[in-house]
């Protein structure tokens, strides 16, 4: 990942996929997946092994630790909200039920409740990161990848002496993310849109948070250790909306790719 300054690498798109029963990992070129072989983060190696896309089932392309998920951290949803500008970085986390490969349904709640979606930016970390400076925080990300912060948005607030957000955030499968993680991009420049049902619902730059990559990094990772393949979500923007049953949401990220799925 690029902070917009200096020589911008190579991008590439790393996969994990299901084929012929085995779990493997790669890289998208055009409709192929190049194969590679070892540890994503350590020098992974080609095999010279190559698979049709259309030959693979495409998994969440990385198995994390733990998820962390930022809370008004986009400029005009703050205003939407008409709340102060936080302090420092207010978050929480989604648990590992949650997560939900590229494609798949995501389980309708047994509890009576709306669904919304929440598209998002997800950092990856790819090197252990503790205490870490904002000028070396970035040298900790992997890369980037597209996720749904699904919420049952009214179990949140049931209780009024106690906000549930582990339930309201966790439940399974309210975590997709995918298709792929995306290196070498400048997040600076990316843009991320959400339609449901084919309808555009929301479409808002990365330049409008309020923490930025480089110190969100920093100041998680003096709270907690951020482990290779942790996720960072940014945050969400306006458009969030209701997912009614059988509702198609598609979140994409140029560079990264469309993650697509429906609720059950």
């Keep these: 990942m690029t902070a917009g300054t200096g020589a911008k690498p190579a991008s590439q798109r790393w996969v994990r996929f299901r084929h012929d029963g085995a779990v493997g990992f790669g890289t998208l070129v055009g409709d192929t997946v190049q194969v590679f072989e070892g540890d994503l983060f350590n020098q992974?190696?080609?095999t010279?092994?190559?698979?049709r896309?259309?030959?693979?089932?495409?998994?969440?392309?990385?198995?994390?630790?733990?998820?962390?998920?930022?809370?008004?951290?986009?400029?005009?949803?703050?205003?939407?909200?008409?709340?102060?500008?936080p302090a420092e970085p207010l978050y929480?986390?989604?648990a590992p039920n949650a997560w939900l490969d590229p494609g798949e349904t995501i389980p309708r709640p047994t509890c009576d409740t709306r669904v919304?979606?929440?598209?998002?930016?997800g950092l990856v970390i790819g090197r252990r990161a503790k205490n870490v400076s904002q000028a070396q925080a970035l040298a900790h990300v992997f890369g980037v990848t597209c996720a749904n912060d699904?919420?049952?948005?009214?179990?949140?607030?049931?209780?009024p002496s106690f906000a549930q957000w582990v339930r309201a955030k966790g439940l399974d499968g309210?975590?997709?993310?995918?298709?792929a993680i995306a290196t070498g991009l400048d997040v600076n420049s990316l843009v991320l849109r959400t339609t449901l049902d084919g309808t555009l619902r929301q479409n808002f730059p990365m330049t409008d948070m309020l923490f930025g990559p480089a110190e969100l990094v920093s100041r998680l990772s003096h709270d907690m250790t951020l482990n290779p393949g942790d996720i960072i979500l940014c945050g969400t923007s306006v458009g969030v909306g209701v997912m009614k049953?059988?509702?198609?949401?598609?979140?994409?990220?140029?560079?990264?790719?469309?993650?697509?799925?429906?609720l059950g």
């Design 44 to 46: 992974p190696r080609a």
């Design 92 to 94: 929480f986390l989604k």
């Design 53 to 85: 896309l259309a030959d693979v089932k495409l998994l969440r392309p990385v198995e994390p630790s733990k998820v962390i998920a930022l809370y008004n951290n986009f400029r005009p949803w703050l205003a939407k909200l008409k709340v102060e500008r």
């Design 150 to 159: 699904v919420t049952a948005v009214d179990v949140l607030p049931r209780d």
């Design 116 to 121: 919304c979606f929440e598209g998002e930016l």
């Design 245 to 262: 049953p059988g509702s198609t949401v598609e979140i994409e990220v140029e560079g990264v790719g469309k993650l697509v799925n429906r």
């Design 174 to 179: 309210f975590c997709p993310f995918g298709p």
């Design 48 to 51: 010279g092994a190559t698979l």
